[in-house]
């Protein structure tokens, strides 16, 4: 018997497919592939030993292993909870007696990605409308697609969102009457995915008037994905928006410790504007009532123990010597390329090689199919960009140093060459510019 | 500057806090208080050991123990979606070379709570319809508020779901041209959250019966949620409504390991109909592509070392003493009570206590303040019942034999039975039937 077809939500038939999902089943397949393309992070650092001994002494203490192994709360674990807030006040600079962050505040989830989720879930209906970055965050596009509402994008340089277009989108917004509708701004402003750029010091500065001058009339969310900001390889930490959102209005913080630590424990968090929290836990009682208890108890023993703190510093020096490398072979390979330019990320994973003009780098392109039969896979441009009528930037890439190791990058970089070359020999071909005898 | 509120989406607005939530937190708060209200497994019987020696075992092999700290797929670690296809075959004493369902059809998430979620966002709106037991798991009432959609339900006996009600409700809503938009049937066949009782095998027959004999019309899908199945203390198990489901179809199958091994690893798994797996995992990978890879690589070993059959045949000897000891109680305390009858469950954790008609259980009612003031927690029957004509049972309540041991149960059960005279003496006194002197 053939039953019928389904039917499905109109948030499933909003929610498109997730492209990085098919990039990283494409990586774990295709074990001889170099990949450029997934977010994973460097497998030779993961913290074996030290979430090793961790989980010994964990489950050593019967009484704290039943805990771990038990249900947690909701909101999480709340050692962790205070912890990340000790840590967040450390990172900043902030005296936490001045703070108006408090634990209460404090929110874990299954991976900052969750928080994406239900923050998305927490505040946006079809008619509303959200500011990123173009480009900005693959994963998290799809996710608002799925809510169906409008996105909105402000554009980047060097020093990450350009705060004069966000202040003249938010005005426009005003006069026709839109402001209301804007929900959320999402910056990811240490270190993006997919560029690699980072939000000045004076530009947070600017970007904190203009939120808190349009919130006099219309109160406005920012979600600050920091996601990458403990990864950094040159220079001092620049304050979090959330340590200059003084009334705790504004500022949704959201951090994670699948970067700078394991993302095999799925464990982020935030840290929020107090009436958001009671909602959004709401919300998460429905998901799962609470992320892994266990997760939480090992990373709050992996900081307690100052593991955390000595892992995330051999990261950074094990990361830089990446960073470096694919900055090199892409001077090596792509220097001399009319109209090739990449982003110099200061941290993170990830770099934005832009190819001359006319160059598409997207799914079916011959780039794109040079590039898997050379054997080296990254992510399309187009991925983080939202059209605008009709249109979005077709020639760019976001290449990831995150997995692959120094020779990878090297030899990785050197096929993409090739990819280039062969994929722009058989464009110039179809036009009949060269001879068959080439 | 104090801003204006949140406007929070109409999904937010709709999701009612959970009951749950705060009786699991009351529980955590106050040691003192003996909890039969929260579905906390037992604490003593955690496999401490069990988990302690697998992840030792696991993290001393270099690289596995990076496969499990590095980010996972989003439909879950493969090896441990075979082992769990070939439990679900061995439990149902089914051929896996008979059956319709392979490994692509399993799916792992962050609990069973995370699928009966991702569920009900794959295929629910506002106008559709979802038929559930009456009485019903209150946190999946909670996630179906929060969809909006319509609830319909059919009562319980001591077989379980009396589908003979469920063939009407069919009926009458296909003669009202209303069948199309009942979108999913939701059964827990297994030892019931909240009452305890099982769907007997004669009715799973009949259930299959209905369920395909509509389909023919309407293609029906049913959510099977399994979760304490494995907790048998008496007889024999029954095959799954899923092992009936010849060619993979109907039925939604949902398993976890919170229950029979440890909720703190906070993983659950479904075997699915082919054609909602791809949407399911769209879903999924927005939420989180992919729940905590390091507990999925923990179970699969402690699946694969057979620790997991081990330590369940030890749970259901724990368990088995503890039902016991709340059946006796509940003789004892409340078997001359005339009107207060309980069921007596095979499995699971739960017991379903009703009071003679009239005696009000809810939030607020003077039994459950005098029983908070004696010292002991249960969770009011309402929450499971859904309104029709503005009424539902308010006499009825579910113990949990879960996280208390022997002597808390016999203290907590002697302590409602004091919080049920008090409050019912308040009541007589209120009406003055006694004399002020007693």
Not at 68 to 76: E, F, H, N, P, S
Not at 131 to 146: C, D, K, M, N, R
Not at 182 to 210: C, H, W
């Amino acid at each position: 018997m053939n039953q019928t077809g389904i039917r499905f939500s109109k948030k499933s038939q909003r929610t498109p497919e997730s492209p990085i999902s098919y990039f990283m089943e494409q990586a774990l397949r295709n074990p001889h592939l170099i990949s450029l393309a997934a977010g994973m992070v460097d497998s030779g650092s993961l913290p074996v030993e030290h979430i090793s001994a961790t989980v010994s002494e964990l489950l050593a203490d019967p009484k704290v292993a039943r805990a771990a192994l038990q249900y947690g709360t909701t909101q999480g674990h709340r050692k962790l909870r205070e912890n990340l807030l000790t840590h967040l006040h450390n990172l900043d600079g902030v005296d936490p007696r001045q703070n108006h962050v408090s634990v209460e505040e404090v929110v874990v989830t299954t991976g900052s990605q969750q928080l994406l989720y239900l923050l998305s879930e927490l505040l946006l209906d079809a008619e509303d409308i959200v500011i990123t970055e173009a480009p900005s965050y693959f994963v998290y596009h799809s996710v608002l697609q799925g809510t169906g509402v409008e996105i909105r994008t402000v554009p980047m340089d060097e020093e990450g969102m350009i705060v004069e277009t966000l202040d003249e989108l938010l005005k426009s917004l005003d006069e026709s009457g839109d402001l209301r509708r804007v929900k959320l701004i999402y910056t990811v402003d240490y270190f993006q995915n997919p560029t690699g750029l980072t939000l000045s010091s004076e530009r947070r500065k600017a970007f904190m008037e203009v939120v808190q001058r349009f919130s006099a009339k219309q109160r406005l969310l920012v979600l600050e994905d920091a996601a990458y900001r403990e990864l950094r390889y040159d220079g001092e930490d620049l304050p979090s928006l959330k340590s200059m959102d003084a009334n705790n209005q504004n500022i949704i913080y959201s951090g994670t410790f699948s970067k700078p630590c394991s993302p095999g424990l799925k464990t982020g968090y935030a840290m929020l504007p107090a009436d958001l929290v009671e909602p959004l836990i709401r919300l998460k009682g429905n998901h799962d009532f609470g992320s892994s208890n266990l997760a939480q108890y090992i990373l709050n023993h992996v900081w307690e123990t100052g593991r955390y703190h000595t892992h995330v510093a051999h990261l950074r020096d094990v990361y830089r010597l990446k960073r470096d490398a694919m900055l090199d072979a892409l001077q090596t390979e792509f220097g001399e390329i009319s109209g090739a330019e990449w982003t110099s990320p200061h941290g993170g994973m990830f770099v934005w090689l832009t190819l001359p003009e006319g160059t598409l780098t997207g799914t079916g392109t011959p780039l794109l199919r040079a590039a898997i039969d050379e054997g080296v896979l990254y992510i399309p441009g187009e991925f983080g960009h939202i059209e605008i009528d009709g249109k979005k930037p077709r020639n760019e890439m976001r290449l990831s140093f995150g997995d692959a190791t120094i020779p990878m990058i090297h030899e990785g970089i050197r096929r993409l060459r090739v990819a280039f070359d062969k994929s722009n020999l058989a464009r110039i071909e179809k036009r009949g510019l060269v001879s068959s005898a080439i």
